[in-house]
T-cell receptor, first 110, second 113 residues
Framework: RKEVEQDPGPFNVPEGATVAFNCTYS??????FFWYRQDCRKEPKLLMS???SGNEDGRFTAQLNRASQYISLLIRDSKLSDSATYLC???????????FGDGTTLTVKP | DADVTQTPRNRITKTGKRIMLECSQT?????MYWYRQDPGLGLRLIYY???????NKGEISDGYSVSRQAQAKFSLSLESAIPNQTALYFC????????????FGPGTRLTVL
């Protein structure tokens, strides 16, 4: 079993749709959680950190469920520019290194 | 100017050749990382360094070596390249704190024939 697992998709949605991505992790010692966005052939960039209380940034909402070892990302009112691969990242603070999921690909269509 | 730079950006080489990929950063971060990414997969950690005197193996270090020449420079070497090392390689940096973001270089696309 992979340490971080994501639904690979692809997710194909129309503009304006709401879409949710899920991610599960197996290491209960994990302490920090992130969503990164990666455009085709480009470097990953931080989209948002995922805090225990959940957090929201505009159309994006991230939630963490430590008991179920589960992270989610919700995108509301999808835009064409949201088309990308979304990477779930889990970090064990003690080890100081991050583990990446394989990513979920989103395509938003007109 | 980019905060994290990688050279070369693209490289085609032959099996058995020694290759060095270089990474430089101007962010002043102590922590640096090398990842590889294969099509349809996430990033896998090759090596990481928490300061100039610290080098650690990641999950796929076999066939690779690194050198941390200075706080700002972290090089990845393939001593004898093989075709299954064909991949996209990313360097990244971060601060020490647990919630710190990783900043990535633009990547090096390596093809081993």
């Amino acid at each position: 079993r992979k340490e971080v697992e994501q639904d690979p998709g692809p997710f194909n949605v129309p503009e304006g749709a709401t879409v949710a991505f899920n991610c599960t992790y197996s290491n209960s010692a994990s302490q920090s959680f992130f969503w990164y966005r990666q455009d085709c052939r480009k470097e990953p960039k931080l989209l948002m950190s995922v805090y225990s209380s959940g957090n929201e940034d505009g159309r994006f909402t991230a939630q963490l469920n430590r008991a179920s070892q589960y992270i989610s990302l919700l995108i509301r009112d999808s835009k064409l520019s949201d088309s990308a691969t979304y990477l779930c990242v889990v970090k064990s603070t003690n080890a100081g290194k991050s583990t990446f999921g394989d990513g979920t690909t989103l395509t938003v269509k007109p | 100017d980019a905060d994290v730079t990688q050279t070369p950006r693209n490289r085609i080489t032959k099996t058995g050749k020694r290759i060095m990929l270089e990474c430089s950063q101007t962010k002043g971060h102590d922590r640096m990382y090398w990842y590889r990414q294969d099509p349809g997969l996430g990033l896998r950690l090759i090596y990481y360094s928490f300061d100039v005197k610290d080098i650690n193996k990641g999950e796929i270090s076999d066939g690779y070596s690194v050198s941390r020449q200075a706080q700002a420079k972290f090089s990845l070497s393939l001593e004898s390249a093989i075709p299954n090392q064909t991949a996209l390689y990313f360097c990244a940096t971060s601060e020490k704190t647990g919630w710190s973001e990783q900043f990535f270089g633009p990547g090096t696309r390596l093809t081993v024939l």
